[in-house]
C-alpha cells in the first residue's frame, strides 16, 4: 500500500449494491479497500453515510483521517479522478445544515504537525472486564496514540488517565483520575457529543446508535452453539403422504355387525379369492379383520397358487389396514395385531426373521426363515417384495408419528405423545440391552443384505425388480438411522456421533467388495442427507486405504475436505487398477490410531482390541533409534502403519548418528515399508543426507533395486543429482547399464506424475469426485454454513475479521461453534481461490461427467462467496 493516497474503509452502509458500487469505484480510481469490521491504522478515508457509533469513525477521528460522505467515491468516478475532500467531509447533520464537522478539528491539528494523534501523551490504565471491548477501546485510544496498559505500568511510566467500564466509584486510581469509557467521547467531541448521541455504555452490539455498531462479537459462540444445536436436531426425513392425512372410512371401534363366520368358513374352504373379496369390500365401513384371516391369506399368497389380482387386493388390503388402524394409536392392542400378522405364517418367529427372510430371498432367492417346497412359486418374488415395501412403509408411518406428531388421527384419538419404544421399528431392531446401540445385530445383518443386494444387482443389471430391492433397502437403513438419531439426539449428541461413525465405517468395510462406481451410486441414493454424508465419507477413506494411502480419521471440517481429499483425488486417479492395493493384507492390518477412542487402535476405520497398540512406542534405545527405526529395519510393516497413523508422528525422526527411518528401511531392504513411508502425508524427506549418504545411496549400495525404483517414482529425477559422498552420483552407483536404464525410466515416471498430468484409473476417479460431490453438499446442509453467511448482516463473516483461529482455540469452550467458525473460514478462503490448486491437474483436465460437476460445484461455491465478500 506504500505510495496509494487513497486507503479506504466505509462504515455503516448495509445496501449490498451501493457498497459495491463504492469498492468497485475505488478500485477504478486506483485506490485501495481494506474490508472487515475492525479499525486499520493504514487507512487514509473512511466513507460513512451519518455520524455513527462505530470503532471505525471515532478511531478515525482520533487519528486524524479524512471522514467523508459516500458522494466523495460517486462523484470522484464521475470525474474520472480523486476530487478534493472539504465539501464531502462529514458533519453533525446529513442535510449540511450543521457547521460542526466532528473530524475535522483533530485532522487539521494532525497534518498540521501539532500532534500525532488526539490521545497523544495519553497513558492509560484501562480497567475494562469484558475482554473484547477491552480490545476495541484499545484499538481506539492507540488510534489517537496513546500509550495502553491493561495493569499497572511499571516505573517510571506513570498513568495519566484510568478509565474503567463498569464505571468504579473511587475517583482515581494509582494517584491518577478515573473516568468512565464515555470520556473518549467527551474529549474528542466537546459539548458536542450531547448533539451527536454517541453511547460507549450500552452492551447490546446490534441496539441501534450503539457504539460497536454491528461490530460487537461477544454473543458469537452462543449464536453459532445455537445455531449448530438447531442444525443437528431438526428433523432430516418428511413423509408427505402422512400429512394431515384423515382416514374418512376409519371408525374408532370396529364394526362388529360383519359376518365374520363367512369369511371364516370361505377360508376353511380355500376359498381364498372370494374371502378377501369380501374383507377388502368391508373395509371401507371400518371393518378390521381378524390376524388369523390375514395369516392364512399370507400363507396362500407364499404358496405360489395366487393370482396377480389376487396378490394386488392382498397389497391393497395390507395398506388400507396401516390407514385405517395404525399401530401408533392404542399401540399395544395394534401393535399386537401387526406383529401377528408380519411374521412367517408356518415359523411364527417374529418380525425381524421373517424380514431377513423376505429381504434374503429378494436378493439372491434364498428363504432363510424356513424350507420353500421345489419348484419355487414364480409370484414369490412379488410376494415377498411387496411385503418389503409395506414394512418399510410401516416404519415410515411410525417415525412420522413418533417425531412429526400431526397426523390427524393422533389427535382423535387424544393420544399424541407417542413413545419410541412402543413402535414395531424400534422393537424390530433394538432389544432393551441394546437401545444406546444403533450398530445393533439387526442394522448389521441389514447393512450386510444391502451391499449383498448390491452385488446381484451389479451381477444382474438387466432385472429392474432388484434395483428396486436396494432402493427400498437404503430406505429402510434411513429410516432406522434418523429414528434412532432423533431419539437419542436431545440427550446425547456425542452418543448420536459415535453411532452414525461407526454404522458408516461397518457399511464401508461390508460394501468394499463392491465397485467403485457401485459404492459411489449406494452413497448418493440414501434419502438421509445425515447419513449420506457418513457414508460418503466412510467409503471415500476406505478407498483411499484400499489403494495404500490414509487420509486421516479424525472428524470430519470443511478444511480436511479441501486439504485432504481433493489431494486424494488426485491421487486416485494415478491408482493401479485392481479391487486391492498390495499393501494390504489379508488380516485387515490397522491403518490408524483413533484419539477418540482412547487411542485404540483403528482397523480400516474400526476400533482394535488396545493390546494391538504397539509396545515401547516412546522408547530410544541406547542409539537413539525409536520403535519406528527398529520396525523399519524388520519390515514391521503393520507396526510401521500404525505408529504413522497416530497423530504428531515425526515421520523423520533421527538417531543419534542421524538416520531417519526412511534411511534403516532403504539400508535393510524393507520395501513394504519404504512403500508405508512413501504414503504418508506429509511425505518424508527423501533427499536427506547423512554424510553424504541419500536413501537411494542406502537402497543401491545394498542392492536393493526395487525401492530404488520406489524412491525415484516418487520424487523423480533431482534424486539422481551428484549430493554422495564426494560428489557421486547415484547412478554411478550402478554398474549395469540395464539397470541404469531402468532407474532413467523411473525418474522420467516420477516427473511426469509430479506434474500431475496423468489419469490411470478414471473409474476410480469418477467414483470419487462422486463421493466428494455428496460430502461437500451435504457437509454444507447439515452445517448450514451457506445460510449461515447468507444471514442479514452477514455477522459471521464480519466475526472473523475480529476473531483469530488462536483466540477462538483458546477462549471458546464449544466445540460446534470453533468448528462451525473455522468452516467459515475455509469457506471464504475457498472464495479466494486459495484451495483449488489442491485439484491435481490431469483431474481438472479429465472430462468425466462427474468430476467435471465436482469442478462445477466448487466454482460456484468459489462465486458464491465472493458476491458474499462484494457485499460487506
Known amino acids: 500500500m506504500d505510495g496509494c493516497t487513497h486507503i479506504i474503509q466505509i462504515s455503516g452502509i448495509k445496501d449490498r449494491e451501493t457498497k459495491t458500487v463504492l469498492v468497485k469505484g475505488i478500485l477504478r480510481l486506483g485506490g485501495k479497500y481494506i474490508s472487515g469490521s475492525v479499525y486499520q491504522s493504514a487507512i487514509t478515508h473512511l466513507i460513512i453515510p451519518q455520524v455513527l457509533s462505530s470503532e471505525k469513525f471515532l478511531a478515525s477521528c482520533a487519528a486524524g483521517k479524512w471522514v467523508v460522505k459516500p458522494e466523495y467515491v460517486l462523484d470522484s468516478i464521475k470525474n474520472g479522478l480523486w476530487l478534493p475532500e472539504e465539501h464531502y467531509e462529514i458533519s453533525l447533520c446529513k442535510d449540511g445544515s450543521s457547521d460542526f464537522y466532528p473530524s475535522r478539528k483533530w485532522r487539521e491539528l494532525v497534518a498540521d504537525g501539532g500532534i500525532r494523534g488526539a490521545f497523544q501523551d495519553w497513558h492509560v490504565l484501562l480497567m475494562v472486564q469484558d475482554p473484547n471491548r477491552c480490545s476495541m477501546f484499545k484499538r481506539l485510544l492507540n488510534a489517537g496514540c496513546a500509550k495502553v496498559y491493561d495493569s499497572s505500568p511499571p516505573p517510571p511510566a506513570s498513568i495519566t488517565h484510568v478509565l474503567a467500564k463498569p464505571e468504579l466509584k473511587d475517583s482515581s486510581v494509582c494517584g491518577s483520575p478515573c473516568y468512565p469509557v464515555s470520556y473518549i467521547v467527551q474529549y474528542l467531541f466537546g459539548s458536542k457529543c450531547l448533539d451527536m448521541s454517541i453511547s460507549l455504555l450500552h452492551d447490546d452490539g446490534q441496539a441501534e446508535g450503539n457504539f460497536l455498531d454491528d461490530d460487537d462479537y461477544s454473543d458469537v459462540e452462543s449464536v453459532l452453539k445455537d445455531f449448530s444445536i438447531k442444525q443437528e436436531g431438526r428433523p432430516r426425513l418428511c413423509f408427505l403422504e402422512f400429512l394431515g392425512y384423515r382416514d374418512p372410512y376409519r371408525s374408532k371401534s370396529q364394526i362388529t355387525d360383519v359376518d365374520l363366520r363367512n369369511i371364516g368358513i370361505m377360508i376353511e374352504c380355500g376359498l381364498f379369492k372370494e374371502a378377501l373379496d369380501s374383507i377388502r369390500s368391508e373395509m371401507f365401513s371400518g371393518f378390521w379383520p381378524p390376524a388369523p384371516y390375514?395369516?392364512?391369506?399370507?400363507?396362500?399368497?407364499?404358496?405360489?397358487?395366487?393370482?396377480?389380482?389376487?396378490?394386488?387386493?392382498?397389497?391393497?388390503?395390507?395398506?388400507r389396514l396401516l390407514i385405517s388402524n395404525p399401530p401408533w394409536i392404542a399401540p399395544n392392542a395394534r401393535k399386537k395385531y401387526f406383529s401377528k400378522v408380519l411374521q412367517c405364517p408356518q415359523c411364527k418367529g417374529g418380525l425381524w426373521p421373517f424380514l431377513e427372510s423376505v429381504i434374503s430371498y429378494c436378493v439372491s432367492g434364498v428363504f432363510t426363515c424356513h424350507q420353500l417346497p421345489e419348484p419355487t412359486a414364480p409370484t414369490l418374488f412379488d410376494v415377498l417384495s411387496d411385503l418389503l415395501g409395506f414394512v418399510l412403509k410401516?416404519?415410515?408411518?411410525?417415525?412420522?408419528?413418533?417425531?412429526?406428531?400431526?397426523?390427524?388421527?393422533?389427535?382423535?384419538?387424544?393420544?399424541?405423545?407417542?413413545?419410541?419404544?412402543?413402535?414395531?421399528?424400534?422393537?424390530?431392531?433394538?432389544?432393551?440391552?441394546?437401545?444406546?446401540?444403533?450398530?445393533?445385530?439387526?442394522?448389521?445383518?441389514?447393512?450386510?443384505?444391502?451391499?449383498?443386494?448390491?452385488?446381484?444387482?451389479?451381477?444382474?443389471?438387466?432385472?429392474?425388480?432388484?434395483?428396486?430391492?436396494?432402493?427400498?433397502?437404503?430406505?429402510?437403513?434411513?429410516?432406522?438411522?434418523?429414528?434412532?438419531?432423533?431419539?437419542?439426539?436431545?440427550?446425547?449428541?456425542?452418543?448420536?456421533?459415535?453411532?452414525?461413525?461407526?454404522?458408516?465405517?461397518?457399511?464401508?468395510?461390508?460394501?468394499?467388495?463392491?465397485?467403485?462406481?457401485?459404492?459411489?451410486?449406494?452413497?448418493?441414493?440414501?434419502?438421509?442427507?445425515?447419513?449420506?454424508?457418513?457414508?460418503?465419507?466412510?467409503?471415500?477413506?476406505?478407498?483411499?486405504?484400499?489403494?495404500?494411502?490414509?487420509?486421516?480419521?479424525?472428524?470430519?471440517t470443511l478444511k480436511k475436505v479441501v486439504t485432504s481429499y481433493l489431494p486424494a483425488l488426485g491421487r486416485l486417479a494415478q491408482s493401479p487398477h485392481g479391487a486391492h492395493h498390495r499393501m494390504r493384507h489379508t488380516s485387515h492390518s490397522c491403518t490408524s490410531l483413533d484419539p477418540s477412542c482412547g487411542g485404540q487402535a483403528v482397523m480400516n476405520g474400526s476400533t482394535q482390541r488396545k493390546g494391538h497398540i504397539p509396545r515401547g512406542l516412546n522408547k530410544v534405545n541406547a542409539a537413539g533409534e525409536t520403535l519406528l527405526h527398529r520396525a523399519c529395519k524388520r519390515n514391521q510393516v503393520e507396526t510401521v502403519l500404525q505408529i504413522l497413523a497416530l497423530p504428531g508422528t515425526d515421520v523423520n525422526i533421527k538417531d543419534h548418528m542421524g538416520w531417519s527411518p526412511l534411511h534403516e528401511a532403504c539400508n535393510h531392504g524393507s520395501t513394504e515399508c519404504v512403500e508405508a513411508l512413501l504414503r504418508h502425508r506429509p511425505i518424508p524427506v527423501i533427499n536427506s543426507l547423512v554424510d553424504g549418504v541419500s536413501p537411494l545411496h542406502d537402497a543401491l549400495l545394498n542392492g536393493h533395486m526395487d525401492i530404488a525404483k520406489m524412491l525415484l517414482e516418487t520424487a523423480g529425477s533431482c534424486l539422481l543429482q551428484p549430493t554422495g559422498s564426494g560428489g557421486i552420483a547415484a547412478l554411478d552407483l550402478v554398474s549395469s547399464v540395464d539397470q541404469r536404464s531402468q532407474l532413467l525410466h523411473c525418474a522420467q515416471t516420477g516427473d511426469w506424475n509430479l506434474r500431475g498430468n496423468t489419469v490411470s484409473n478414471k473409474t476410480l476417479l469418477e467414483a470419487g469426485s462422486t463421493l466428494l460431490m455428496q460430502i461437500i453438499l451435504n457437509y454444507l446442509q447439515e452445517t448450514g454454513l451457506l445460510t449461515h453467511l447468507q444471514s442479514p448482516g452477514n455477522r459471521l463473516i464480519k466475526a472473523l475479521g475480529r476473531l483469530s483461529p488462536q483466540e477462538t482455540a483458546l477462549q471458546w469452550t464449544e466445540p460446534r461453534a470453533v468448528r462451525l467458525l473455522e468452516d467459515a473460514r475455509t469457506m471464504l478462503e475457498v472464495g479466494r481461490g486459495k484451495y483449488l490448486d489442491q485439484v491435481a491437474q490431469a483431474v481438472k483436465d479429465f472430462r468425466g461427467d462427474n468430476t467435471v460437476f465436482l469442478l462445477e460445484l466448487l466454482e460456484n461455491l468459489k462465486s458464491e462467496v465472493e458476491s458474499l465478500q462484494d457485499g460487506l
Open 394 to 556: 410401516l416404519f415410515q408411518a411410525e417415525f412420522h408419528a413418533v417425531f412429526t406428531g400431526d397426523l390427524l388421527q393422533l389427535a382423535d384419538s387424544g393420544d399424541c405423545n407417542i413413545p419410541a419404544s412402543s413402535t414395531l421399528l424400534y422393537g424390530t431392531f433394538w432389544t432393551v440391552w441394546e437401545r444406546s446401540t444403533l450398530l445393533s445385530r439387526e442394522v448389521k445383518r441389514l447393512i450386510q443384505l444391502l451391499s449383498l443386494a448390491a452385488a446381484e444387482d451389479m451381477a444382474e443389471s438387466s432385472k429392474k425388480q432388484r434395483k428396486h430391492v436396494v432402493y427400498t433397502l437404503l430406505d429402510l437403513l434411513s429410516v432406522l438411522v434418523e429414528f434412532w438419531c432423533q431419539q437419542h439426539f436431545k440427550l446425547n449428541q456425542k452418543l448420536v456421533a459415535k453411532g452414525l461413525k461407526d454404522l458408516a465405517e461397518f457399511f464401508a468395510q461390508s460394501s468394499q467388495k463392491l465397485s467403485d462406481t457401485v459404492q459411489a451410486e449406494l452413497v448418493v441414493q440414501v434419502p438421509s442427507s445425515r447419513l449420506k454424508l457418513e457414508l460418503g465419507d466412510a467409503v471415500f477413506r476406505n478407498m483411499c486405504f484400499m489403494k495404500g494411502f490414509t487420509v486421516g480419521d479424525d472428524a470430519l
Open 294 to 319: 390375514m395369516v392364512s391369506l399370507l400363507e396362500f399368497a407364499m404358496q405360489g397358487n395366487a393370482s396377480l389380482v389376487f396378490l394386488n387386493n392382498f397389497n391393497h388390503v395390507m395398506h
